[in-house]
Nanobody
């Protein structure tokens, strides 16, 4: 059975930073796609960052480019999302997801974490 577990969310002032972590049990991120999605109240879930670990390709939503960085620690089997220069509009529940291939469609992901809340305050 696969479990993805996010951590690292919290409340931060605008301009601040947070690092989200996603560990997995029963699943190996290396060689697959690791992704971060987010969902704000009243909005659809949207892809934030994708990491095709087999080829090394990283892809970001336009709204987070140059501010967020996705990475993988193979030894720890943990995916990270470093978030800098946080904005009010980054406030959302953030979810880790995994699948064999990377896609911006959340319907294509086999496994999801329970989510971690990120709140950015003015």
């Amino acid at each position: 059975q696969v479990h993805l577990m996010e951590s690292g969310g919290g409340s931060v002032q605008a301009g601040g930073s947070l690092r989200l972590s996603c560990g997995a049990i029963g699943y190996k991120f290396s060689g697959n796609c690791a992704a971060w999605f987010r969902q704000a109240p009243g909005k659809e879930r949207e892809g934030v960052a994708l990491f095709y670990t087999a080829g090394g390709g990283k892809y970001y939503h336009d709204s987070v480019k140059d501010r967020f960085t996705i990475s993988l620690d193979i030894a720890k089997n943990t995916v990270y999302l470093q978030m800098n220069s946080l904005k009010l509009e980054d406030t959302a529940m953030y979810y880790c997801a995994a699948a064999p291939e990377c896609t911006w469609s959340n319907n294509e992901y086999n496994y999801w974490g329970q989510g971690t809340q990120v709140t950015v305050n003015s």
